[in-house]
Structures are given as C-alpha cells and as structure tokens.
C-alpha cells in the first residue's frame, strides 16, 4: 500500500476524530457512561483494581482496553471528561486505520477520489458514532473497528489465530460482539478451528479467571445476557411485553424473554453463516455483509434496541460497500434513516407505529441483506430466469444470426 495517497485522507480522518470526540462528550455525566462505567475507570487510572473488579460493568474490558489513554488523558486534564476523551484514542485510532484501509481498497475497486473520502467519513465519523459517544458508549465504536478487522484479516487467510484475537477483544469490550463469531470464522478460506480457538480461547479463560478472584462476575456476565426491563418499540418483540408501571407507553419483558433475545441474537448468525460459506458462488467480501448482518440481527431482536446499536453495523456495511467500489449509500441510509426514526419518531404517542414502521425500514434492509447473502433476491431471480430464457434459444437461430456475421465465401 502507497502511503503518499493516503496523507490527505489521514488528515481529514485526524479532523473528523476530533471533532466527533470532543463535541459528542462535552457533558458525560449525564449519559450512560457517567451512571454505568464512570467510577470503575476512575478506579482503574488510579490503580485501585479492587474496586475496579467490583464496579466494572459487562463492558468492563473495554476500559482495561482503553486505560493507557484514559490515563494519559487524566494527566493531561481535568476531570471525567478529561478521562472520557483521553480513552477515546483507541476506538478512534483502530477507527482511522479502519477507514484508511477502506480508502486504499476503495479506490482500488475503481470508486473515485471523492467517493473514497466519503467512505472515509462514514467510517470515522458517522452519524452513529456520534450518538454513540453521546450516550456514553465508545465500547460500540471499539468493538465494531475490531470485528470488521477481524474479518478482514480472517478472509485474507493471514494470521487465522490473530484474527481471532482480534475478536476476542471485541468480545471483552463488548460481550454483543459474540454474534460475529460466526462470521469471522467462515470468512476465513482455511485453518477456521484457529480463528475459533484465538475468538473464545481467551474470553472463556477470562471469565473463568475472573470467576475465581471475584465472585459477581458470573453474576454480571448473567446481567450482560438478559434484557429485563423496558420494551423499547424498535425490535420484535414488542408486541409481547407487559404493560409498563413506570412507561405508561412502554412495555416490559416478560419473564420468559428475559434470556432469549440476547441468546437468540448470538444464535441465529450461526445458520445463516453456514448457509452463506456452503454456496459455492459465494463472494468472499460478502462476508463483511454477513456480519453487517448480523449486527442488524442483533439490534432487531434485542428489546434494549436504540439508536447507537446500529452503529457497528453501519460501519460494517461502510467495509462492505468500500469493497464493491461503491458509495457507503447503505451505510449512511442506515445511520441516518435510524438516527431520526428513533430521535423523532412517535414512539411516546404511538408506540405500535414506531414499531410498525421500524419493522419496515430496519426489516427490510434486514431481510435484503440475508437474501442477497443467500441467493434468494428476487432481482437475482429474474437474472437467473433471463439467463435460462437466453440459454433455451434454438441453436438454429443462433446458428443463422452466426451465419449473417460471418461473410461467405464468393461461389460457396
């Protein structure tokens, strides 16, 4: 790879990181992080590991991922924010070479200058990634920079084992990433048991080390896999939860879908990816569609779904687009189209048509992306169906339109 191309487009890439980070975490005390992980990564600047292992939400390697910088960041400033910001390097950094990689392969599959530049941005800095930080979750920009290097390096046939390191880091940062286990393996040609092995290896020797020195792992590793609590109307499940005491127009969840949609997220990627590496026309750079896949498969079935849940996979489908040659139109669509749908729909008046219209847009990209990865497009259909009109042609007619292009010979 030429480095000289890629100096304008590493310097736009810097101006945007930047720009994301310190508007999207002005105020983080109010956000998730402030209530969920604000304590434990002070606790682990600071060295006190103890009452780090006792307040460290699931997500909590993602702050042991990001403590360098966090602690760089506390030396520099003052204050959470000055912490927050600091463990911002990492997800942008992997963020950033994400996006230059993108921009190199892009412009290789013959997408223009400007094009590769939009890939870019969509990669950095989109939409999502914003909403995302605002909230107080840089795990879900972390985790999604290293599932789709993951499978980068995994199609390669590089590496296999580094590959699945790479994953199990995105496990630790965010225990959702186990639904690209899958994915990562069959994009691998070959040696899929190392990936495997390098992906869980590590994370079931955490958790069992974890569980010895600290006895609320297992408990929060249980709490990482359930989704009690609100019913939020963008995902199926809905139309099952129990009228809410707390959200007059929201609803629960049931006890008997406490587990099963977290679980089932993990699941259902699984059939699909063997589905998907048993075709034998199958493209190798769809498998970072099967990931956005099953990203967005994730964000469907899970009742806490909310707006920054579509951030992975808009940045796995930005790889895929990038890979085609193409504008991140889809990707952008995604964020875009899920940012102001859950912003500004009419979730607090008419919860049945938020559901109702969210079904429709995340569904049917869903769904489009799980045909076109299993060959049952209906456009894919008609091609096919042309294709076996043009094949039963007569071959006298090919034969006599053979004939009208080939001159004869005078006196034949």
């Known amino acids: 790879m030429r480095l000289r191309p890629l100096a304008l487009p590493a310097l736009l890439g810097l101006v945007l990181a930047l720009v994301v980070g310190v508007a999207s975490s002005g ?47 506390a030396q520099l400033g003052d204050g959470e924010v000055a912490v927050f910001r600091g463990g911002l390097v990492l997800p942008f950094a992997l963020l950033l070479g994400l996006g230059l990689l993108l921009v190199h392969t892009a412009r290789a599959r013959g997408l223009h200058q400007r094009g590769a530049l939009a890939v870019l941005a969509a990669t950095v800095a989109a939409p999502l990634s914003y909403t995302a930080l605002e909230y107080g979750h840089p795990e879900e920009l972390l985790a999604a920079a290293l599932m789709v290097l993951a499978v980068l390096l995994a199609r390669s046939g590089r590496l296999p084992l580094l590959a699945g390191l790479l994953l199990a880091a995105a496990i630790a940062a965010k225990p959702v990433a186990l639904v690209a286990v ?107 569609l099967l990931l956005a896949l099953a990203l967005m498969l994730r964000c469907l079935v899970d009742p806490w779904n909310t707006t920054y849940y579509a951030a992975p996979a808009a940045i796995a489908l930005t790889a895929w687009e990038a890979h085609r040659g193409r504008l991140p139109v889809l990707a952008l669509a995604l964020g875009l189209g899920t940012e102001l749908h859950v912003r500004f729909s009419v979730a607090d008046q008419a919860p049945t048509l938020a559901y109702l219209t969210y079904l429709l847009l995340a569904g049917g990209l869903t769904a489009w992306m799980g045909g076109r990865l299993l060959g049952v497009q209906p456009s894919i259909v008609r091609r096919r169906l042309g294709s076996d009109v043009r094949t039963s042609v007569p071959s006298s007619v090919t034969t006599a339109r053979s004939s009208i292009r080939t001159p004869t010979a005078p006196g034949t």
């Open 27 to 73: 105020d983080v005390y109010w956000s998730d992080y402030g209530a969920e992980a604000m304590e434990a990564e002070r606790a682990l600047v600071e060295g006190d590991l103890r009452t780090f292992v006792d307040d460290a939400p699931a997500y909590g390697g993602a702050l042991v991922l990001r403590a360098p910088f966090a602690w760089l960041g």
């Open 182 to 288: 899958a994915p990562v393996v069959v994009a691998a040609p070959h040696r899929r048991g190392l990936v495997a092995l390098g992906a869980l290896g590590p994370v079931l020797a955490g958790v069992g080390g974890l569980a010895l020195i600290d006895s609320h792992t297992l408990h929060r590793a249980a709490v990482g896999l359930s989704s009690a609590g609100n019913f939020h109307p963008w995902q199926v499940f809905w139309p099952l939860g129990e009228p809410s005491a707390t959200w007059p127009l929201g609803r629960t969840t049931p006890d008997e879908l406490v587990y099963v949609p977290k679980l089932l997220a993990i699941l259902l990627p699984v059939p699909l990816a063997i589905a998907w590496a048993r075709r034998p026309d199958r493209v190798a750079d769809d498998a970072l």
